[in-house]
């Protein structure tokens, strides 16, 4: 199995502020990479696909990039409606793992 | 409009078996993989696996390779999650979710059906 590591665990940041949150793979998935966003009691929304395709209605505020073994999902101005938990998913050959989420809290 | 729509809640006794639903509209059902994930209370997601409905096409994640079963009835439009014999451990939401291929990634996804598993 592809393993998937995000990091931070936790990031506290403000309302306005940049914030980058980092996914890597045990080993290389081309751009096979996804981010989703989700909000207690909710289920997951789909932000990012291809590692930097934005899905469509999702704001232009999120970003994605990287391919091989090293992504990133960027926030370049926080809005209150974004404070959640942020998954990546890498996808290989018809199976894929998720990574263990990053929470982004309030400062 | 595009949806999944599970089914409702169940609360069972180890060792019962159980078969939950996903119900497609809005789009060509037979044409998208569908995939289910779990996600047990207060943890992160796990793919477990996806079924072509078209052909019923079936991959699983090593992890739950025989531990559950997925189908289709494309007639119907649903996909389905099965146990035979329910844990404890089995207690989670469970979420299905539209999968083109193209992209890798899950685009639509159901409301979550959770699974209480219970002495």
């Known amino acids: 199995d592809i393993q998937m590591t995000q990091s931070p665990s936790t990031l506290s940041a403000s309302v306005g502020d940049r914030v980058t949150i980092t996914c890597r793979a045990s080993?290389?998935?081309?751009?096979?990479l996804a981010w989703y966003q989700q909000k207690p009691g909710k289920a997951p929304n789909l932000l990012i696909y291809?590692?930097?395709s934005l899905e469509s209605g999702v704001p232009s505020r999120f970003s994605g990039s990287g391919s091989g073994t090293e992504f990133t999902l960027t926030i370049s101005s926080l809005q209150p409606d974004d404070f959640a938990t942020y998954y990546c998913q890498q996808y290989n050959t018809y199976s894929g793992t998720f990574g263990q989420g990053t929470k982004l809290e309030i400062k | 409009e595009v949806q999944l729509v599970q089914s409702g809640a169940e609360v069972k006794k180890p060792g019962e078996s159980l078969k939950i639903s996903c119900k497609g509209s809005?789009?060509?059902?037979?044409?998208?993989?569908i995939g289910w994930v779990r996600q047990m209370p207060g943890k992160g997601l796990e793919w477990m696996a996806i079924i072509y409905p078209g052909d019923s096409d079936t991959r699983y994640s090593p992890s739950f390779q025989g531990q559950v079963t997925i189908s289709a009835d494309k007639s119907i439009s649903t996909a389905y999650l099965q146990w035979s014999s329910l844990k404890a451990s089995d207690t989670a939401m469970y979420y299905c979710a539209r999968l083109p291929i193209a992209q890798g990634a899950f685009d639509i996804w159901g409301q979550g059906t959770m699974v209480t598993v219970s002495s």
């Open positions: 080993q290389s998935i081309s751009s096979w």
């Open positions: 809005g789009y060509s059902f037979t044409n998208y993989w």
């Open positions: 291809k590692a930097s």
